[in-house]
């Protein structure tokens, strides 16, 4: 039995009336919930107000699911509409980042590689890098930072992402694309790059 299916039946438990059903769903994507509404909503108290906004939100429209995506990815288009009718309610622009949380870090395999190459020069560069980065995907227009970030970030599929952003899948595979282009073109003086390479 896959992930989907088992969510599935959660959500057909909730749809019969089972609420303790729909608790195992908030606490099974809670924190994964939160930690994609904390990429738009900076403030933590604020991200978790709007995460339990989206889960009631969810259940709410849960009679109307059908299953047609993947629970979770109907659920990240609730989160982050809400996230972004948050913002524009307080009349803010939606910020990108690319840190990683302590969390995430931890579960890095390659973390004792990563100290092992930790000298002052190579901070100050991966330093130098993250603030390039960061600069450009706050250039970026919302469709492509947001394509890029459910992609790099929250690690979502081609096909989660076109149901989470309602395109079609070429649409953010095209997305994806010229937001890596633009996030290069910028790498490219540090990197020192030639034209025509990624990195």
């Given amino acids: 039995m896959t992930e989907r299916d088992v969510d599935q039946q959660l959500v057909e438990r909730v749809q019969r009336g089972d609420?303790?059903?729909?608790?195992?769903?908030?606490?099974k994507y809670q924190r994964k919930l939160g930690r994609l509404i904390s990429r738009f909503v900076?403030?933590?108290?604020?991200?978790?107000?709007?995460?339990?906004?989206?889960?009631?939100?969810?259940?709410?429209?849960?009679p109307g699911f059908r299953g047609e995506s993947?629970?979770?990815t109907w659920l990240y288009r609730i989160g982050i509409n809400t996230a972004?009718?948050?913002l524009?309610?307080?009349?803010?622009?939606?910020?990108?980042?690319?840190?990683?949380?302590?969390?995430?870090?931890?579960?890095?395999e390659e973390a004792s590689l990563l100290r092992e190459v930790s000298t002052p020069e190579n901070?100050?560069?991966?330093?130098?890098?993250?603030?390039?980065?960061?600069?450009?995907?706050?250039?970026?227009?919302?469709?492509?930072?947001s394509a890029l970030t459910l992609r790099e970030i929250e690690g979502l599929s081609y096909e989660e992402i076109a149901s989470v952003m309602n395109?079609?899948?070429?649409?953010?595979?095209?997305?994806?694309?010229?937001?890596?282009?633009?996030?290069?073109?910028n790498l490219r003086?540090?990197?020192?790059?030639?034209?025509?390479?990624?990195?």
């Fill in 19 to 27: 609420k303790h059903a729909f608790d195992l769903l908030v606490s």
């Fill in 84 to 86: 972004k009718n948050h």
């Fill in 189 to 199: 003086p540090l990197l020192e790059t030639s034209k025509g390479k990624r990195w």
């Fill in 123 to 145: 901070e100050l560069m991966s330093k130098q890098v993250v603030d390039v980065v960061q600069a450009s995907l706050q250039q970026l227009p919302e469709d492509l930072r």
């Fill in 70 to 72: 993947a629970f979770y």
């Fill in 167 to 185: 395109c079609p899948v070429g649409t953010v595979r095209s997305r994806i694309f010229r937001a890596r282009e633009a996030v290069a073109e």
């Fill in 42 to 62: 900076r403030d933590s108290a604020e991200a978790e107000d709007v995460t339990q906004d989206a889960f009631i939100k969810a259940y709410r429209a849960l």
């Fill in 88 to 108: 524009l309610a307080n009349k803010r622009r939606a910020p990108t980042t690319t840190l990683f949380d302590s969390d995430e870090a931890e579960s890095f």
